[in-house]
């Protein structure tokens, strides 16, 4: 649980910036209506708030000793997570032809 917390730390701080700059994915004109560029933001955006929610939410389950539930939520939720961004950028590859804006 130390290790996965401190990964988890540095996850959601590095998301941070990242998240900071994902409005420049609306610089194209357009680009506010494509649905792949809205998910991809959404889902950067939501990345350092689901590293710090399940950092804050494991070790709360952990201390009323669910352990195998505190384990599996460090590990699931920002797997989600990082599978939504995946998603979103292989929708923005493929559907939207790599453009921010179709």
């Known amino acids: 649980m130390i290790v996965t917390s401190i990964l988890l730390g540095i996850a959601a701080f590095g998301g941070t910036f990242v998240a900071a700059f994902g409005v420049m994915m609306f610089d194209a ?36 000793r669910m352990y195998k539930l505190a384990c ?17 950028i292989i929708w923005v590859d493929t559907v939207q032809a790599g453009k921010f804006a179709p």
Do not use: K
Not at 36 to 51: E, K, M, N, Q
Not at 53 to 58: N, Q
Not at 74 to 85: F, K, S, W
């Open 29 to 64: 004109p357009g680009s506010e209506n494509a649905p792949g560029t809205i998910a991809l933001f959404a889902s950067v955006c939501a990345f350092p708030i689901v590293c710090g929610a399940t950092l804050v939410g494991s070790w709360i389950l952990y201390s009323q």
């Open 72 to 88: 599996a939520i460090t590990v699931a939720l920002p797997l989600l997570n990082a599978l939504a961004i995946v998603a979103a």
